[in-house]
Nanobody, 128 residues
Framework: QVQLVESGGGLVQSGDSLSLSCTSSRSAFSSWAVAWFRQAPGKDREFVSG????????RYADSVQGRFTISRDNAKNSVALQISNLRPEDTALYYCAARRTIVTDHFIKNTPGDYVYWGQGTQVTVSS
């Protein structure tokens, strides 16, 4: 059963912007913390950004701080990742992941093993 679906990837040029979207049909979506991970060929899957269930807390990897912005709309069961000033090193398969949390949980985990639900990924390729 598909829990998360990513969209918005593509082939872009260095310096361009892109917006990725993660959606779910599950009504429990609003109780999930959501994160974006990415995986480049031959590399481990790495944390990019995360957001708590109510959107009150966000977290970013140092490599994307200031260029990536995560947000969510629980009414639409969606999380967006706005990417600006793309670099060739941002090229990767981007995954959306989610984990059930309680309302008082404000800590965003950054390890893939902490997330239960995963999408199939959307490819982002940045040419120089």
């Amino acid at each position: 059963q598909v829990q998360l679906v990513e969209s918005g990837g593509g082939l872009v040029q260095s310096g361009d912007s892109l917006s990725l979207s993660c959606t779910s049909s599950r009504s429990a979506f609003s109780s999930w913390a959501v994160a974006w991970f990415r995986q480049a060929p031959g590399k481990d899957r790495e944390f990019v950004s995360g957001i708590t269930r109510n959107g009150g807390t966000t977290r970013y990897a140092d490599s994307v701080q200031g260029r990536f912005t995560i947000s969510r709309d629980n009414a639409k069961n969606s999380v967006a990742l706005q990417i600006s000033n793309l670099r060739p090193e941002d090229t990767a398969l981007y995954y959306c992941a989610a984990r059930r949390t309680i309302v008082t949980d404000h800590f965003i985990k950054n390890t893939p093993g902490d997330y239960v639900y995963w999408g199939q990924g959307t490819q982002v390729t940045v040419s120089s």
